[in-house]
């Protein structure tokens, strides 16, 4: 079999809100693994992706763009290999990932999906909802008002109103969890996950972290952890992930957040082999089972 080119396709920056160096350092380690493997891997930034023709038939990639994500659903429907799908980065979108996640019964906050037109405070107020947060609904957060929380009903329309003044249509309003919050990373099929407390490690994207404060070692499972999230991931098709959980007081694991392909920041040296080995296991099962040369 010939040699095997790939391409990887970096992240742009303006899809790596505080975190553009924790973002290509997963990617350059990856593509490190990958080179050493043997492979021979042409890199592209997200922009020059969308603007050029691919050959390239296995494609792994941090993309966010909208336009780099229906490049890569077009590629894969014409039988390209691509990790993660970007039908699964679609999928991390808060409207898709709340409608994915509830429909496979992952444990998940009660959550309403709304127009930025509508009028809230009566519907919160009802399902007593004092407490929540208000995400866009079509997109990534980019920028800290994309994920707000609201410590009233009457807040909550106000958030509400400025997202459409600021042209988003549709939002996500989770109810407010108590508890321990906890981030984690994953890489589905294998035996990495990895998981911390953000508050201790000052990790933060927005600065969220302080609405609940400070961990206070609320016991719990690991392995259910493990469990949920991975099922999450095959509900949402990411094969490298992470995202955010509240453990309550009693417990109970739920699942606030999801992403595709996150920076692993805290242990990405670690998560870098299993995520080439990922990759390269997608692409050889890909080639086995279509007979498909690359």
């Not at 999230?229 to 309550?248: K, N």
């Amino acid at each position: 079999m010939k040699k095997i080119v790939l391409a990887g396709v970096r992240r742009e920056n303006t899809y790596s809100p505080n975190h553009v160096g924790n973002d290509a350092a997963i990617f350059n380690l990856t593509l490190s693994y990958l080179r050493e493997s043997g492979y021979e891997v042409n890199e592209y930034e997200e922009s020059g992706f969308v603007n050029s023709p691919i050959k390239e038939r296995a494609i792994f990639n941090m993309s966010r763009s909208e336009k780099a994500i229906k490049k890569l659903q077009q590629l894969e429907d014409e039988g390209c290999v691509v990790v993660n799908s970007g039908y699964g980065i679609e999928n991390c979108t808060r409207e898709k990932m709340t409608t994915l996640l509830i429909e496979h019964r992952i444990p998940y906050p009660e959550s309403l999906v709304v127009d930025t037109s509508s009028s809230i405070v009566a519907l919160l107020q009802e399902k007593n909802m004092q407490q929540c947060w208000l995400k866009r609904g079509d997109f990534h957060a980019i920028h800290k008002e994309d994920v707000s929380f609201a410590r009233h009903p009457e807040e909550a329309q106000s958030i509400l109103q400025e997202y459409a003044l600021r042209g988003i249509g549709r939002a996500v309003i989770n109810r407010h969890l108590v508890g321990d919050l906890i981030k984690f990373y994953g890489v589905r099929g294998s035996d990495f996950f990895y998981w911390f407390y953000p508050f201790d490690l000052h990790h933060s994207k927005f600065g969220h972290e302080q609405i609940n404060g400070k961990a206070t070692g609320i016991p719990f499972s690991v392995e259910e952890m493990r469990e949920i999230c991975s099922e999450a991931a095959t509900a949402l098709h990411v094969e490298i992930y992470g995202g955010d959980c509240i453990i309550s007081p009693d417990g109970e694991i739920r699942i606030i957040d999801l992403n595709d392909w996150p920076s692993f920041a805290p242990c990405r040296e670690k998560a870098a082999p299993y995520i080439g080995k990922a990759i390269e296991q997608i692409i050889q099962k890909t080639l086995v089972s279509t007979s498909v040369g690359i």
